[in-house]
Nanobody, 126 residues
């Protein structure tokens, strides 16, 4: 079982950094690829970044490439999203999720993720 809890969200100014954390209190963390998704008001949940179970594969949405970095610490059962050069359009609720993807497209698709955290709000002011 995977139980995910996000933290690290908040209100920042444009250009500031922020690091999100997602801790798994279950015992299966190492078995899953982990992803970050975001959802702004009135919009669908969107893919942000993902990392494979062994951290050898990472994918990013075009909108965050070069600004965000996903990583994981298996000793701490935690996945991180380091967000730099934040923009007002990054404002959203950020969710982490766990998946066992078989194909490339599975990494990017919210419906392929089995377990989700409750989300953490990120607000970027201009």
């Amino acid at each position: 079982q995977v139980r995910l809890v996000e933290s690290g969200g908040g209100l920042v100014q444009a250009g500031d950094p922020l690091r999100l954390s997602c801790a798994d209190s279950g015992r299966s963390f190492m078995s899953y690829a982990m992803g970050w998704f975001c959802q702004a008001p009135g919009k669908e949940r969107e893919f942000v970044a993902t990392i494979s179970w062994n951290a050898k594969i990472t994918y990013y949405a075009d909108s965050v490439k070069g600004r965000f970095t996903i990583s994981r610490d298996s000793d701490k059962n935690t996945v991180y999203l380091q967000m730099n050069s934040l923009k007002p359009e990054d404002t959203a609720i950020y969710y982490c999720a766990a998946s066992k993807p078989r194909y490339y497209s599975d990494y990017l698709t919210p419906s392929m993720y089995e377990f989700w955290g409750q989300g953490t709000q990120v607000t970027v002011s201009s």
